[in-house]
């Protein structure tokens, strides 16, 4: 199960912290990841962590500007969400799986199962 929060509206140049709450032992996979699906648009990879925090990947379009983080006690990662966009608004999930490279970053999801996300919107 996975239960997204932290959305909301924010200012262009603003922040917003997300937070993901997943299910501990549900997932077998490399890492967790935050995606993102803009109105009229398919849902894309932002950013993702691995379970130890060791490492992360971004998208383009969010690093420097986006940190992933997870605290895995707690069974949460987050997305810090700094110098803002109207272009990132759009609905935030959260998945597990494995991150892959082909011209740009994506994940390669375990399960095809999403929780009801956290809308974003950014006004310019």
């Known amino acids: 199960q996975l239960i997204e929060s932290g959305g909301g509206l924010a200012q262009a140049g603003g922040s917003l912290t997300l937070s993901c709450q997943y299910s501990?032992?549900?997932?077998?996979?490399?890492?967790m990841g935050w995606f993102r699906q803009a109105p009229g648009k398919e849902r894309e990879f932002v950013a993702a962590?691995?379970?130890?925090?060791?490492?992360?990947w971004y998208s383009d379009s969010v690093k420097g500007r986006f940190t992933i983080s997870i605290d895995d006690a707690k069974n949460t990662v987050y997305l810090r969400m700094d110098k803002l966009k109207p272009e990132d608004t759009a609905v935030y999930y959260c998945?597990?799986?494995?991150?892959?490279?082909?011209?740009?970053?994506?994940?390669?999801?375990?399960?095809?199962?999403w929780g009801q996300g956290t809308q974003v919107t950014v006004s310019s």
């Open positions: 962590v691995r379970w130890n925090g060791a490492k992360s």
């Open positions: 501990s032992g549900t997932f077998r996979s490399f890492a």
């Open positions: 998945n597990a799986g494995w991150p892959q490279y082909s011209t740009k970053w994506y994940m390669q999801i375990e399960h095809n199962d």
